[in-house]
Structure formats: C-alpha cells, structure tokens
C-alpha cells in the first residue's frame, strides 16, 4: 500500500485546514486508518483513528479535528478546525492491515505549521 497526504501548509490560529491521504496499490488490505503527528524534538502521536467500528481521537483534538474515510476515493481526511500553535507537527498517514508489510504502512508526511 501506498500514502500520499496533501493539503498541509501555514495557517493563522483559529484557522482551519484539510488533510487528504490518498492510497493505492492494496488497499483492499487495509483495515484501518489513522493520522500521526510529530513536533520538532517530540515523539510522533496518535491524532486520530478510523476502523469499521468507529474513531478515536486524541484528547488534545476532541472536537476540534473531525477524521474520516471515501472507501470509494480510497481517500482519508482530517479536517482541523480552531487550529492552535501547538498543533504544528508534520502530520503522517498510517495504514494498518495484517497483510501489509510490517503491519503498517506510512505515507510521506505533510507538514503544517499554525502561527499565533
């Protein structure tokens, strides 16, 4: 499986923006989906997760990132609304599924970047 994001750029704070996260090859493998997120010096995190049964986020997102999936497009999204200073990090597309190499697939990234 292949990742490819788009949609990161510099945005003000309160600002919104739209990832996509294209994938191809197979995708009929994939069983579920999620963007990660990594700031200069920190650990790369969960933001937030898409399966058959549902999402989860994480709690600094809650309400403001809303995450979800066009199986048809085989395309997901994020869409960060109310975006903060502390959300810029290259964000990364994730693919699991138990046929995949590793158990995962990553894309590229894309990076964002929220000014005050």
């Known amino acids: 499986v292949q990742l490819v994001e788009s949609g990161g750029g510099l945005v003000q704070a309160g600002g919104s923006l739209r990832l996509s996260c294209a994938a191809s090859?197979?995708?009929?493998?994939?069983?579920?989906m999620g963007w990660y997120r990594q700031a200069p010096g920190k650990q790369r995190e969960l933001v937030a997760r898409?399966?058959?049964?549902?999402?989860n986020y994480a709690d600094s997102v809650k309400g403001r990132f809303l995450i979800s999936r066009d199986s048809a497009k085989n395309t997901m999204y994020l869409q960060m609304n109310s975006l903060k200073p502390e959300d810029t990090a290259v964000y990364y597309c994730?693919?699991?599924?138990?046929?995949?190499?590793?158990?995962?697939?990553w894309g590229q990234g894309t990076q964002v970047t929220v000014s005050s």
């Open positions: 994730n693919a699991e599924g138990w046929r995949l190499p590793g158990g995962s697939s």
């Open positions: 090859g197979s995708t009929f493998s994939i069983n579920a």
């Open positions: 898409i399966t058959s049964a549902g999402t």
